[in-house]
């Protein structure tokens, strides 16, 4: 079982803070992905990193793939209460591409 | 473009009874999952459809769980009996490819309280 730890579990800032969060495996991905949900909804997609050592920029979010392709990092400049929700990274393995998530990291940002 | 639809979104039964769940893939999506998610948690995979046939059902506890998906394009999560650690989100989603680095459109989901 390939297992996706992402840390920290809850976090909670005022609005225009700066945050990291992580996304850690022992296993090797061909890829991750990010998503994003709100309560009541399914997760949708924020972005897919496919090579090691890669950087994608979406408007206030930066994703890493990390140079192994075990692990990822999630940073939000300036952070919006519109950036509240669940942030699932998902790890893409297998013959079969299947897909794996992590636990999430519940975010809240405070007016 | 229509989203993944799901129905039931709510539903409530009592320990030992039988509960459905049906889904409407977006159109032309070959692939179709069932995810799991307990409250708190990340989704579990399930079920992966390709078209109408298995990819991988190794997590479905199939002694009570049972999905089909006729002429590869609906689908239906049946659990039969429920059992009390059933309660969850039960989400679908479709991809149009086989996901290796597509994007999974997901579906609202069919929250389940199992008393």
């Known amino acids: 079982t390939q297992l996706l730890e992402q840390s920290p579990q809850f976090l909670s800032i005022q609005e225009g803070e700066n945050l990291t969060v992580y996304c850690n495996s022992s296993s090797v991905f061909s890829s991750l992905q990010w998503y994003r949900q709100e309560p009541g909804e399914g997760p949708v997609l924020l972005v897919t990193?496919?090579?090691?050592?890669e950087v994608k920029k979406l408007k206030r979010l930066t994703f890493q793939f990390g140079d192994a392709r075990k692990d990822s990092s999630l940073h939000i400049t300036a952070a919006q209460p519109g950036d509240t929700g669940l942030y699932l990274c998902a790890g893409v393995s297998g013959a079969n591409s299947k897909l794996t998530f992590g636990k999430g990291i519940t975010l809240s940002v405070r007016p | 473009e229509a989203g993944v639809a799901q129905s039931p979104r709510y539903k409530i039964i009592e320990k030992r009874q039988s509960v459905a769940f049906w889904c409407n893939p977006i159109s032309g999506h070959a692939t179709l999952y069932w995810y799991q998610q307990i409250l708190g948690q990340g989704p579990k995979l399930l079920i992966q459809?390709?078209?109408?046939?298995?990819?991988?059902d190794s997590q479905l506890p199939k002694d009570r769980f049972s999905a089909e998906r006729l002429k590869g394009v609906d689908s239906t999560l049946k659990i039969q009996p429920a059992k009390l650690e059933d309660s969850a989100v039960y989400l679908c989603?479709?991809?149009?490819?086989?996901?290796?680095?597509?994007?999974?459109?997901f579906g609202e989901g069919s929250r389940l309280t199992v008393l």
């Open positions: 459809f390709q078209n109408n046939g298995v990819v991988d």
């Open positions: 989603a479709s991809s149009s490819d086989r996901g290796r680095t597509g994007e999974l459109f």
């Open positions: 990193v496919v090579t090691g050592g």
